[in-house]
């Protein structure tokens, strides 16, 4: 005589777990359908993404120093490389972000150690803006014209490129990109 009072509690019960269930479910199931829509809380960046993705170490990419040497894109301590690439006829909006990404790594405070300066091309005409430069950038040469993908060509201009410290790629910057983003890539990077 009990049996359907037993069958009308046994679906309440089903139902209250499924709610219950549902519930638990519910914030996995939206994060799931935002991440496959693309979007990623605060993991935007302010450079751009380099796809397919590049290891200049694995690619044997070889950029000569003044001294003769070649870039190691293996340091012997896990350091970025911060890349410069200037377009043509480098001058004084290339030097200015050169000045600002210089400014960037001292920013860095006690981290601007993990950050090594490379500037790849003809430096400027000014002399005294490359006694400047001399200060904080290694100067080099591309030999192979491997980079010249990424360098601007309009002149007067200056493009970059966040390099991991075992060569990987990690963002491009455009010519005319924001030095103070920049900075903040560099700081979500740097630890």
Avoid at 106 to 113: A, C, G, I, S, T
């Amino acid at each position: 005589m009990n049996r359907p009072d037993d069958a009308l509690a046994l679906r309440r019960s089903r139902r209250k777990l499924l709610l219950v269930a549902s519930i638990f479910a519910a914030p996995f199931v939206l994060a799931m359908a935002l991440s496959l829509a693309g979007w990623h809380p605060g993991a935007k960046g302010h450079g751009l993404p380099v796809l397919p993705q590049r290891n200049f170490q694995h690619e044997q990419l070889a950029v000569t120093l003044d001294d003769g040497t070649r870039w190691a894109w293996r340091d012997r301590t896990p350091r970025l490389t911060l890349l410069a690439l200037p377009g043509p006829d480098c001058a004084r909006r290339c030097f200015a972000a050169l000045t600002g990404m210089a400014k960037a790594r001292v920013m860095l405070n006690n981290r601007q150690d993990r950050l090594r300066l490379l500037y790849v091309g003809a430096p400027p005409a000014d002399a005294g803006a490359l006694a400047a430069m001399r200060n904080y950038w290694t100067l080099g040469r591309d030999p192979q014209h491997a980079l010249d993908a990424w360098r601007p060509a309009a002149p007067d201009s200056m493009a970059a490129l966040l390099v991991e410290s075992d060569g990987t790629v990690l963002a491009r910057y455009p010519a005319g990109f924001d030095v103070s983003g920049l900075l903040q890539d560099m700081r979500k990077v740097i630890r």
